[in-house]
Nanobody, 119 residues
Framework: QVQLVESGGGLVQAGGSLRLSCAAS????????MGWFRQAPGKEREFVAH????????YYADSVKGRFTISRDNAKNTVYLQMNSLKPEDTAVYYC????????????WGQGTQVTVSS
């Protein structure tokens, strides 16, 4: 089992920044993909970014490219999402997730952290 715990959400004005953290514990694995997703009220959950843990390669949704950065701290088993130039449309519950490289489904999910961007 893998446990994921997000933190760092909050209320910020448009144009501001937040950094989300996702601490992984339990059965961690080097061949993991760590992802960030978000779900706004009344909308489906959407992909934000992911990182292949072992090599550090990243991929972003077009809506956040150039504003958000995913990174990791190997020693802390923690993945981060640095969010800059935030917009009201970034308001959502943000979830961290993990899966094994080469699989489609994310098997492990955190509880989510609320990000609210005011205009």
């Amino acid at each position: 089992q893998v446990q994921l715990v997000e933190s760092g959400g909050g209320l910020v004005q448009a144009g501001g920044s937040l950094r989300l953290s996702c601490a992984a514990s339990g059965r961690t694995f080097s061949n993991a993909v760590m992802g960030w997703f978000r779900q706004a009220p009344g909308k489906e959950r959407e992909f934000v970014a992911h990182m292949r843990w072992s090599v550090g390669s990243t991929y972003y949704a077009d809506s956040v490219k150039g504003r958000f950065t995913i990174s990791r701290d190997n020693a802390k088993n923690t993945v981060y999402l640095q969010m800059n130039s935030l917009k009201p449309e970034d308001t959502a519950v943000y979830y961290c997730a993990a899966k094994v490289v080469g699989t489609i489904q994310y098997d492990y999910w955190g509880q989510g952290t609320q990000v609210t961007v005011s205009s």
